[in-house]
Nanobody, 123 residues
Framework: QVQLVESGGGSVQAGGSLRLSCAAS????????MGWFRQAPGKEREGVAT???????SYADSVKGRFTISKDNAKNTLYLQINTLRPEDTAMYYC?????????????????WGQGTQVTVSS
């Protein structure tokens, strides 16, 4: 089992920045891919970014150039740096992890999910 705990969300003005963190614990050696997802009220959950075990990254077109996913393997922590925030970035942001295979697109199934951290952007 893997446990994921997100932090770093908050309320910011448009144009601001946030860094989200996701601390992983448990049997983390099995993790092959980690990602960030978000869900706005009344909308479906969407993939934001993923990072593979080898460090390869994928991003949704809507966040390319503004969001950066990274990880610190020594700390078992995943990060999402969000710059130039827009009101449409307002959502609950979730961390997810997947085991098995070395493929890490936004569309792959994820096995473990955190509880989420809220990001609210005001104009």
């Amino acid at each position: 089992q893997v446990q994921l705990v997100e932090s770093g969300g908050g309320s910011v003005q448009a144009g601001g920045s946030l860094r989200l963190s996701c601390a992983a614990s448990g049997y983390t050696v099995t993790i092959a891919c980690m990602g960030w997802f978000r869900q706005a009220p009344g909308k479906e959950r969407e993939g934001v970014a993923t990072i593979a075990k080898n460090g390869a990254t994928s991003y949704a077109d809507s966040v390319k150039g503004r969001f950066t996913i990274s990880k610190d393997n020594a700390k078992n922590t995943l990060y999402l740096q969000i710059n130039t925030l827009r009101p449409e970035d307002t959502a609950m942001y979730y961390c997810a992890a997947a085991y098995g295979g070395d493929w890490c697109p936004l569309t792959r199934p994820f096995n473990y999910w955190g509880q989420g951290t809220q990001v609210t952007v005001s104009s």
